[in-house]
DNA sequence: GCCAACGTTGGC
DNA sequence: GCCAACGTTGGC
């Protein structure tokens, strides 16, 4: 079993909004490295960091769960969407999602801040200089350790 | 294939 | 709102 982090706008879509809906299909990733793990290296069951960025305190909110493999995105075809994207087609979609299930919210914000203070964490792709993947790799060194500062 | 211009991400 | 960092685009 493998970690991930993913990072969703709270504007956009909660920890509080996927504990309502309990799955939700993770669409409108349009990055390639995101894609890359989500098609090779996510399965079912992995754990998922639920991230709060562009927001008062981006940090770690909440534990979910990969709840399908990838496959393909719908939003990519569909031309009244903000991830439409004209030279994807169904026959060779570019874009891929998985669904992601709710497990529970953490007891508090692990914030970025905090997790840019400690060592154990200095490989975390989130906290590198510059880094905008929206889903990245964790650990299960980092997992444990971020979720023992909960 | 290079690289400047441009758009986006996301912390602050 | 600012802006650093980075990915993508497109001219050549």
Redesign the pocket.
């Known amino acids: 079993m493998r970690y991930w982090l993913m990072?969703s706008?709270p504007d956009e879509f909660s920890i509080d909004a996927l504990a309502k809906k309990k799955v939700e299909p993770w669409n409108?990733v349009?990055?390639?490295?995101a894609r890359n793990f989500m098609r090779d290296g996510m399965k079912v069951g992995d754990g998922v960091l639920f991230?709060?960025?562009?927001?008062?305190e981006?940090?770690v909110v909440g534990i979910a769960r990969i709840a399908s493999a990838a496959y393909p995105d719908p939003t990519q075809f569909d031309a009244a969407s903000d991830y439409y994207?004209a030279?994807s087609t169904r026959e060779e979609p570019r874009w891929l999602m998985v669904d992601v299930a709710f497990e529970r919210k953490l007891r508090r914000t692990v914030?970025?801040?905090e997790l840019?203070t400690h060592g154990e964490l200095e490989d975390l792709a989130?906290v590198?200089?510059?880094?905008?993947?929206?889903v990245m790799p964790v650990a299960k060194s980092e997992w444990d350790f971020i979720l023992a500062l909960e």
Request: proline share 3%.
């Open positions: 990072k706008e409108g349009r990055n390639y490295q991230y709060h960025s562009n927001c008062d981006p940090g994207d030279a914030t970025l801040a840019k989130l590198k200089r510059g880094n905008r993947l929206s």
